[in-house]
């Protein structure tokens, strides 16, 4: 039997995953959290074989639980299970030592499939997570250069390229030919897009 401990603050919410997991024959689940202080306390208490663990929790947050009981709890697998897929989300908790990262709209099937998996220590990723990894690893290959940075918080204060430019110090034409260099290494083809995941990423500081 893998045992697991289930990491959420919607009652709901574990009240759905226990009903699910609990009509697999080889799945028990011993034990509920309902925030990541508790559910590292639970850990320890109860030694699971899995933690499914939600990010977005009260007092202590899934990344940090996470941290603690892979930290001091080495046969005590962490599975992700959250509906936030942000580049710094995703990273927080592979960092924490996290075995997978599934979203919260993940068919019953591949879940199930996920926790097995997580529960031998192989890796458990959404298709969509998977991908902003193999995109966070080209970006470290390709990192915005110091001015590319500087040309890019500029438009995230509203700037014109020749705002920037005067800013700067610099030819418009110039700007123009950083910020494309940047949409390049962003992997995006707008102003917009390009600020936004540039935030996301932590190149530029959040609102």
Known sequence: MIRVLLADDHPVVRSGLAGMLGLE?????????????????LAAELRPHLVLMDLRMPVLDGAAATARITGTLPGVRVLVLTTYETDTDILRAVEAGATGYLLKDTPRDQLV????????????LSPSVARRLVQQVRGEQERLTAREQEVLAGVARGLSNAGIGRELFITEATVK???????????????????????????????
């Open 113 to 124: 499939a996920g926790v097995r998996a997580a529960a031998r220590g192989e890796s458990a």
């Open 25 to 41: 024959p080889d799945l028990e689940v011993v034990g509920e959290a309902a925030d990541g202080e508790q559910a590292v306390a």
């Open 177 to 207: 030919t950083h910020l494309l260099r940047a949409f390049a290494k962003l992997g995006v083809d707008d102003r917009t897009r390009a600020v936004t995941v540039a935030i996301e990423r932590g190149i530029l500081p959040g609102a």
